[in-house]
Structure formats: structure tokens, C-alpha cells
């Protein structure tokens, strides 16, 4: 079997290449094509011949193909559908800020945890992805894009911490000066709350943005949305962000998608205050989206200030996020659904 070249930081290249009694440089040279996103080791135009020729024969540079390409009228939001080695599909959004190009990107094919108003919780989970395929997604999207992708969040599909080991390395890759140089204050990760990971994340004192999908002010309501929660109820939850935001001096970013009638009242946002009281954190409300046909409907623009002003009296601050591309259903886990309908439906015909 082939092995996953694009995986590994430049120090393993050099050790590998030193058992071929390689020099350093040789590993630098394949390390800096890697990053720029080659997908051929016979693009490697300055390695000699015969040595591109072995390593073909060892590794596989992993790669991701846009399959299709979304674009918003309203604000240029471009939602791309990408394709692994293995047919399988993630999704992409490009986003454009007034700081330059920021990019929401996938890190698990589906996902496991399984929240009741999430796309992709709701397709179920096929596999991890690489860290390889994980960088793919920012390289296939830049050049497409064909300008400098400034930032990152990791809010596509896949939740980031049970894939922690490629998570990690693709972090190491993409913030590392001979490759796209994405500088941690640069990048976002965004977890539903697996509490031992973000213990061990903590350790790791990243200068990366945490993002908690916190979703519920306690644990009747985020129960019902979150089966997660059963696992690490809202107080072991906020005891580990709590905690996390001492370790690493960061602030932590909250995120609560606004159901109506679900957690959207007076009780829940006063609730949610005082839970969150002294913690360096930010509130981000999002108007939920309803994907999932479980008739959740988004609260209304007076509930979502009412909502504000309660956290902003006790001293919270917050924010709505604004929704980029809400006419191409730019949260993730859609498209990849609705090609996989197409492509079943496609196959059967093939069959009739
Ligand atoms: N698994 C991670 C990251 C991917 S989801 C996590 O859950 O944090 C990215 C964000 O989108 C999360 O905050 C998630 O809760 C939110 N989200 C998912 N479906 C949504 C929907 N239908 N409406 C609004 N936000 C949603
Ligand atoms: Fe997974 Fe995040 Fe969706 Fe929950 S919200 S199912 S953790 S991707």
C-alpha cells in the first residue's frame, strides 16, 4: 500500500529521506511542492528522475477535486463541493471579509455526534479524513479562487476533536513558514464539546480561536439537541472551557444557534449569563437554519436583540453572526447530501 506523503511534517521527510541516505535539502524540496499543492511527483521539476520515480512508488500525494462550485448572488460566498481519492465528498465555503478570504472547511467525512438541527449530523459518519485531505481543501479552494486564503474555521462537516490526531498535523502543516503560513491567530476550531480533547487541547496552548457550539443554557434543553451533552453535561463543559481560557490566555468563543421556542427565551438567555459569568468568552448567536425537517424555525430579529440585551446587562458580550451565502444553503453538509441523492438516483436509473 502506498503511503500518504503529504501527511508528514518536513522533520519526518528528512528522517525518511536520511534512510535512503537522502540529504536534508532533497526533503525540503519535496516538502515545500507538497504544500503548494502539486498532485504528481513529476511536477517536482528540480529532483532528479529516478528519484521522483520512487517515490511514486512508495506514496500517494492525496489531492481534492472540485466537483461543483456555488456561487451567492448576494455577497460572493462560494460553496464548493470536493472530491477525495476515494469518491467520497466534502464541502467547502469561501468566504470574503474586508480582511481578505477566510475558508470553512471539513475534517470528517459525515459526522458522529449526531445534533438534531445539523445536515450532516443527520447523514451519519463514513470516515476521517487526512490530514493531507484536510490541507487539500485549502489548496484546491485557493486555486481555484486564485487569491491568498488569509484564514481558516474549522466548522464544516466532522466534528475536529474526534479526529484529533490529523486535526492536529494538518494544523502543524498549514501554520508552517515553507507552506501556506496560515498563523494560528488566523485559525478557528470549532467543537460540539468533547470535554477530554479539549483538556488535552489546552495542553497543545495553540493561539487558535476555540469555538464551543454550546447551543443551551443547560442540560434539559441541550439534551434534546445535543446527544453529546449525555456524555459531558453543560457544567463539565464549561468547567473545561473554563479552564482552557486559563491555560492558553485565549478567549473562547460561544456559539448558540436561536431556535424559537426552543432556547431562545428571557429565562434561557439570563440563564446562559449567569452560567457564562467571568469567563473570558464571546457569545455568537446564529439564526438557526433548518436543514434536518425537524421544523426548527429561526428566532425573530426582535427575540435575537431582546436575547443580546440580557447577556450585554450581565456583562456578556455578543453578536449576531452575519450569514454569508444564505442563498446557497452555505452550511455544510447539504450539498454533499443532495449529490449523493442525485448520484443514487443516477445509479438506479443506470440499473433500470
Ligand atoms: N462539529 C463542530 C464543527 C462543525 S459544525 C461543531 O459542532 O462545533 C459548525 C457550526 O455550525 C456549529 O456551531 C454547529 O452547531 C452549527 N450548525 C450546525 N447546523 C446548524 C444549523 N442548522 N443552523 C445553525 N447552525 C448550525
Ligand atoms: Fe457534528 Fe457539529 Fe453537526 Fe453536531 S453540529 S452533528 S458535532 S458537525
Not at 522533520?11 to 507538497?34: C, D, I, M, N, S
Request: aromatic share 6%; proline share 2%; net charge neutral.
Amino acid at each position: 500500500m502506498l503511503e500518504d506523503i503529504k501527511s508528514k511534517t518536513c522533520g519526518e521527510l528528512q528522517a525518511a529521506f536520511r534512510e535512503w541516505g537522502l540529504p536534508a535539502f532533497r526533503a525540503k524540496q519535496v516538502f515545500r511542492w507538497l504544500q503548494q499543492g502539486v498532485s504528481s511527483f513529476d511536477e517536482m521539476t528540480n529532483l532528479p528522475r529516478e528519484l521522483r520515480a520512487r517515490l511514486a512508488e512508495r506514496y500517494y500525494i492525496a489531492d481534492a477535486a472540485v466537483v461543483r462550485r456555488q456561487v451567492s448572488r448576494l455577497d460572493g460566498t462560494v460553496k464548493y463541493l470536493l472530491r477525495l481519492r476515494d469518491g467520497e465528498h466534502v464541502e467547502c465555503v469561501l468566504m470574503r471579509y474586508h480582511h481578505g478570504l477566510s475558508i470553512c472547511i471539513s475534517t470528517q467525512v459525515g459526522c458522529r455526534m449526531g445534533c438534531t438541527f445539523c445536515a450532516t449530523g443527520k447523514s451519519g459518519f463514513s470516515r476521517n479524513l487526512t490530514a493531507s485531505e484536510i490541507l487539500s481543501e485549502v489548496q484546491a479552494v485557493q486555486r481555484d479562487a486564485g487569491e491568498r486564503i488569509s484564514n481558516i474555521v474549522l466548522m464544516g462537516m466532522g466534528e475536529p476533536l474526534d479526529n484529533y490526531d490529523s486535526v492536529l498535523r494538518f494544523l502543524q502543516l498549514v501554520s508552517c513558514e515553507e507552506g501556506l503560513n496560515i498563523g494560528m491567530r488566523h485559525i478557528s476550531l470549532s467543537t460540539c464539546g468533547l470535554v477530554d480533547r479539549i483538556e488535552r487541547l489546552a495542553q497543545e496552548k495553540l493561539q487558535l480561536t476555540l469555538s464551543v457550539s454550546l447551543h443551551a443554557p443547560n442540560d434539559e434543553i441541550r439534551n434534546q439537541t445535543m446527544p453529546v451533552n449525555r456524555k459531558w453535561n453543560v457544567e463539565a463543559l464549561l468547567n473545561a472551557c473554563r479552564s482552557y481560557a486559563e491555560t492558553t490566555g485565549r478567549r473562547i468563543s460561544f456559539e448558540y444557534a436561536m431556535i424559537s421556542g426552543v432556547n431562545d427565551s428571557d429565562d434561557c438567555a439570563r440563564e446562559l449569563a449567569s452560567r457564562l459569568e467571568g469567563m473570558l468568552c464571546h457569545v455568537n448567536l446564529i439564526p438557526v437554519n433548518d436543514v434536518t425537517g425537524n421544523h426548527y424555525r429561526k428566532s425573530s430579529v426582535e427575540r435575537q436583540k431582546r436575547f443580546i440585551s440580557i447577556l450585554e446587562k450581565k456583562g456578556i458580550t455578543a453578536t449576531v453572526r452575519r450569514t454569508l451565502g444564505s442563498d446557497i444553503d452555505a452550511s455544510c453538509g447539504q450539498l454533499r447530501r443532495r449529490v449523493e441523492e442525485e448520484e443514487t438516483a443516477y445509479a438506479a436509473l443506470r440499473e433500470e
